[in-house]
C-alpha cells in the first residue's frame, strides 16, 4: 500500500521535469557559460607569467563549479518565495553589510571582504540581489505610488541604506551599479519620468561638481590665459565664487522662466520652483560626495577626460589599455602573446581589464565575440523579464539585466577609454569567486522566472 | 481588473523595451569603438605597443634645501649615480648573465642584485637596482652598456649635508621609503623607491621638502638599448626651509657638550623676545649617513633627543620657580635665615652644599642656600609653588614641533594623591622647593622658563621653522611668534627676580658668565639623581644694558656634577659666541678657566 504511488502522479511529475526541461532558456545558460569558459582561459593567461597561473585558474573554477550549483538551485526554487520573504531578505542583508564592517579584512583600502580562511567572501555580490528583491517586492505592491514623489522615498531608503554602508567600505566601483540597478525598477514599474529625470539631475549634480572642482584643482592655473575657463575654475574651486556662480545659475533659471513669461510662454510656477529644488538639493549633495570620495577615486574618475592630468598614473593605465585592445587587430596576437599583457604594461589585467586582454590576443573577433555573448544575456534577461508571469518576476529580471547592462557597459566602456575608471570588474569575465557565484545565482533566478513563466 | 493588468503590462513592456532599445545602442557604440580602435587604428596601436619598450625611469625631485637663520646652507643635495634595470623580451638566461655581470661591480650586494632582477622581470617595469654607486664605476658600466642590455645608469640627487651631522637631532635624516610608510601614505602620492624623511624636520616637514619627481620616457629597441627620449615630464624641486638655528652657534655648543666629562647632555639657546631656537643640541648626537644600527647598541643612547625627551630633575634651578612662588605670596626679601649646612626636619636632615651662616633672600639666590629655600617653602606652602610651576609651563610640553616630546613631571598633593599613598609630608615640600624629589623637567622646558624670566612673562611656545620658501622665492609659511601663556606677576617681583638673577653671575655660584659690559642674570643647579652622579644644569639670559634680553640659554650635563663647574663653561661659551668680547679674541684662542 504504502508503495503504491499512482500512475498519474508519477506522470505528472516526470512532466513537471519534461516541461521545466522544455520551457528552460537554455541560450541564457550557454551564454553564460561560455562567458565565464572564456573567462577561466584569461585569466590563466594574465597570470601565467607570474607563474601563479595554476592557482587563479583552479580557484576561479572552484567558484564556477560552486556558481553552477547555486545556479541549479535557485533555478529549481520557486522564485515566488524570495517575494514572501523579501524582507527577511533585506535585513539579512543589511546585517551582512554592516557585520562586514567590523569583522571584514582589509584589502586595498577597502573593507569588503570576509575571510573564511580558504577563501575570501565579498558580500556585496550577494546583498545586491537581495535590494534587487527588496525593491522588486516593495514595487509590486505599490507600483500606483510611483506617480507622486511620495512613492519613492521607500525605494530610495532601501537603496540608499546599502549604499551608504558598501561606500563606508569604502567601495565606490559596487556601489554605482546599485542606483541604475533600482531607478530601472521603478521605470518598469510605471514610475513618472519627470521625477526619475528630476532624481537623476539630482544625482548628477551631486556627483559632477566634487569631480569638476578636483579637475579645475588638479589642472592649478593652466587655464589662466582663457579668461572664461579661468572664471569658471576659480568657480569651482573657491568658496565665494562657488556660492556666487550657482545663486547666478538659479537667477538665470528664474530670468528666463520670466522672459518666456513675457513671450506668453506660461509654464506653472511650480516646476520653476522644482527646478530650484533640484538645483540647490543638487548643490548640497555635492558637499557631501565630495567628502566622501578619496583623491585618489576622484583623480581616476577624471583621467578620462584628459589623461594628461595624471600621465604617470590612472592616464597610463587608460592609454596602456587601449594600446593593448587596439593592438589586437583582426585576429590578436594569439594566446598568452600579448606583450601588452604578458609584460605587465597593463594593469590589473586579471580583474578590471581583462577586456583588454581579450582583445589584445583574440583580437576583433574574440571581442566582439564575447560583446555578442554579453548582450545576449542582457537582451535574454530583458525578454525574461516582459514574459513574466508577475510583476516582482518582471521587476527581477529587469533589474538583474540593467545590473549586467551597466557593469559591461561601464567596463568595456572604461577599458576603451570612453569611460571613467571605476573599477567596475566585468561579470562572468573577471577574476574573483564571489562576483562569479553572485552572477550565476542571477542567472539561477533569470531561468527560474522563465521556467515559471506559465502556471505550472 | 484584467484590463488595468493588461494594461499595466503593456506600458511596462514598453518601457523595458526601450531599456533593451538603449542597452543595444550602448552595446553598438561599444562594437563601434572595438572597431576604431581594432580597425582604424589598430597599425596605428600595433606600432605604438611595440613601441611600448618604451621605459620610464622616475626622476627623482631634489629636495628642498635646509638654512640657519642666516640663509647659510646646512643641507642641500648632492648628485649620485643609481643603476636602473627593464628586460623587455630578455630571456631568464640574459638576466642571470646580466646579473653576473652586476654582481662583479658589486660583489657585496650579491643578493640585491639577484632579488632586483627578478623584480623587474615581474613587473617589466623599469627598476632601481642600486642607488649610490661610486662615480668611476658608473663611468665603467656606461661605457660597457652594448654588453648590459636594459642597464641603465641615473644621475639622482642625494641628501648632503654640510656641516655633517650638525643639529642631526633637529633636521633628522632622509631614507628610502619602507612598506609600513608606503601603506600608510600611497594616497599621498608616494611610491617604492622614492626618499623619505625619518624624523625631525625632515620627516614632519617632508610634504614640503620633497617636491615631485617627474619621469623619463624612453623608446627602447628590442635589446633593451635606448633609442630616444620620447617625452620629459621634468621634476619640481622640493621647498626650502629657513630655520631659527644660528650655525655658528650651534657648532659652538655641540662642541662644547661634547667635550663634557660624561659627553651627554643638552643645550638650548632661544631668543626670548620670540621663543625662535637659536640653537638646540642633544650629546651625543649621532651621523644620519652611519649604519643606525652601530648607533642602536651605544649605551649613551645617540638616538635619544635629550633636550626635549629626557626628564630630569632640574635641582636649583627651579629655586627660580620657587622664588617667584614665594615673591607672589609676598615675601619678605629682607628676611635672614641661618644656613647651619644642614636642616633638620622631625628625625630626618636636608643638607645644604656648604655652610652658607645668615643669608638674606638674595644672598640665598646667589648661593644656592637651600636652607633658605626649606625654611621659605615650608611657610608658603607646596600649593604656590606647584601653581608657579605650571604657570612656567612645566609638566606640559612646550609644543616644539618635533616627535616625541616629554611633558615632564611637577608633582603636587593632587598628583600624590592619585599616584603614590597620597599624603603630602613636610619633606615633599622641602624636595619639591629644590626641585628635587619626583620633580622632572625637560632642558627645553628649562630654557622656556628662562626666557620668560628674561622677557618678563611671556611663556613662548619654542620653533625651529622660521620660513618655508620655493625656490623661486615665494613664501609658502611664516612663522609667527606665539605666546603659550603669559605669567602675571607684577613688575617689580620680576625686577626682583632679575636682581636675584643677576646677583648670581655677579657675586654667586654663575660667576662664569660675567661680563661687566652685559646684564646677565643665571642660576645654576647640580641636581642629585638616583641613578649616578649628579645633574649639571645652567641656565642663563643676557642682553646689552637698557635693553630688552635678547639671548636666553640652558645647559644640561648628564651626571656631570657641580652645574657651575661643569655646565658654566658651556653657558659661558654660547654668551661669549652671541656677544663677542671683542673683534680680535676668538672662542679658540681662548683658555679655558679652571
Known sequence: ?456 | MIESRLSFNYESDQRIKALAIFTSLAFLSLIGRLFHLQILRGTELHRLAEQNRTQIIPLMAPRGYIKDRHNEILLDNAPRFSLFYSNYLASSHDNQNIAQQLIKFFPHAQKAIQQKIKEARKTGKMTRIITDIPRNTAMVIIEKRLTLPGVNVVVEPKRRSRYGALASHIIGYVNEINPVELNKLRDHGYSMGQLIGKTGIEQIQDKYLRGRDGGLQFETDASGHHVQVMHRISSLSGADITLTIDRRLQQVIEKRLAKTTTKRGAAIVVDPRTGAILAAASSPHYDPTDDPAKNLHNPDLPFFTRMIQGNYPPGSIFKIVTSAAALQADWDTTKTFYCPGKFRLGNKEFACWKTHRKQDFMGAVAWSCNVYFYNMALQIGPDPIEQMARQFGYGQKTDINLPSESPGLIPGRAWKQTNTDGLWYRGDTINFCIGQGDVLVTPMQAAMMVAAVANKGTLWKPYLIERITTTTGDILYQEHPQERAQITLVPEIWQTLHTAMQGVVTEGTGQRVKRPDLIVGAKTGTAQNPHGDDHAWFVTYAGLPDEPATLALAVFVENGGMGSRAAGPIARAIVNTVFPKDKKRTIKKRSPQG
Not at chain 1, 594569439?334 to 581579450?358: A, H, N
Request: one cysteine or more.
Open chain 1, 1 to 456: 500500500m504504502t508503495d503504491y504511488i499512482p500512475q498519474y502522479i508519477q506522470e505528472k511529475q516526470n512532466s513537471h521535469i519534461r516541461r521545466a526541461i522544455m520551457r528552460m532558456d537554455w541560450s541564457l545558460l550557454t551564454a553564460a557559460v561560455l562567458l565565464s569558459l572564456m573567462g577561466l582561459f584569461f585569466i590563466y593567461s594574465a597570470s601565467a607569467h607570474s607563474g601563479q597561473g595554476h592557482t587563479y585558474l583552479f580557484r576561479q573554477s572552484l567558484a564556477l563549479c560552486f556558481g553552477i550549483i547555486g545556479m541549479t538551485l535557485l533555478m529549481i526554487l520557486p522564485y515566488q518565495i524570495f517575494q514572501t520573504y523579501a524582507k527577511w531578505i533585506y535585513i539579512i542583508s543589511l546585517i551582512l553589510l554592516v557585520a562586514i564592517l567590523f569583522f571584514g579584512t582589509r584589502m586595498r583600502g577597502s573593507k569588503s571582504w570576509f575571510n573564511l580562511h580558504w577563501f575570501y567572501f565579498q558580500p556585496v555580490e550577494i546583498t545586491r540581489l537581495a535590494l534587487a528583491v527588496a525593491i522588486a517586492a516593495y514595487t509590486e505592491i505599490n507600483h500606483k505610488n510611483l506617480q507622486r514623489w511620495q512613492g519613492f522615498i521607500i525605494p530610495f531608503a532601501l537603496m540608499g541604506t546599502h549604499l551608504g554602508l558598501i561606500l563606508m567600505q569604502p567601495d565606490l566601483s559596487s556601489s554605482m551599479a546599485l542606483g541604475p540597478m533600482g531607478l530601472a525598477i521603478l521605470f518598469a514599474a510605471g514610475a513618472s519620468i519627470p521625477i526619475l529625470t528630476a532624481v537623476i539631475t539630482m544625482g548628477g549634480l551631486a556627483l559632477g561638481i566634487p569631480l569638476i572642482s578636483t579637475y579645475f584643482t588638479l589642472m592649478g592655473d593652466k587655464f589662466q590665459h582663457h579668461p572664461f575657463i579661468s572664471w569658471l575654475a576659480r568657480a569651482f574651486t573657491q568658496q565665494i565664487p562657488f556660492i556666487q556662480f550657482w545663486i547666478g545659475i538659479c537667477v538665470l533659471i528664474i530670468g528666463l522662466w520670466w522672459f518666456l513669461r513675457k513671450w506668453r510662454i506660461h509654464i506653472p510656477l511650480v516646476y520653476l520652483i522644482c527646478t530650484l529644488a533640484i538645483v540647490c538639493s543638487g548643490v548640497v549633495g555635492s558637499f557631501g560626495v565630495k567628502r566622501a570620495l578619496k583623491d585618489y577615486q576622484k583623480k581616476r574618475l577624471i583621467a578620462f577626460v584628459d589623461p594628461e592630468v595624471d600621465p604617470l598614473g590612472a592616464g597610463y593605465n587608460i592609454l596602456q589599455s587601449q594600446i593593448a585592445i587596439g593592438s589586437g587587430r583582426f585576429l590578436g596576437k594569439g594566446y598568452m602573446s600579448g606583450s601588452q599583457t604578458q609584460l605587465g604594461f597593463l594593469p590589473e589585467k586579471r580583474t578590471d581589464f581583462i577586456f583588454s586582454l581579450v582583445g589584445e590576443e583574440k583580437g576583433f573577433f574574440g571581442a566582439l565575440l564575447v560583446l555578442a555573448l554579453y548582450f545576449w544575456v542582457v537582451w535574454r534577461a530583458y525578454d525574461i523579464a516582459t514574459l513574466a508571469r508577475d510583476k516582482f518576476g518582471r521587476f527581477l529580471a529587469v533589474a538583474i539585466g540593467t545590473f549586467f547592462a551597466f557593469s559591461g557597459i561601464v567596463n568595456i566602456g572604461m577599458v576603451m577609454g570612453m569611460m571613467p575608471v571605476t573599477g567596475i570588474p566585468l561579470p562572468f569575465l573577471s577574476y574573483g569567486g564571489s562576483g562569479l557565484v553572485g552572477s550565476f545565482i542571477a542567472i539561477g533566478i533569470l531561468l527560474s522566472i522563465h521556467i515559471r513563466r506559465y502556471s505550472l
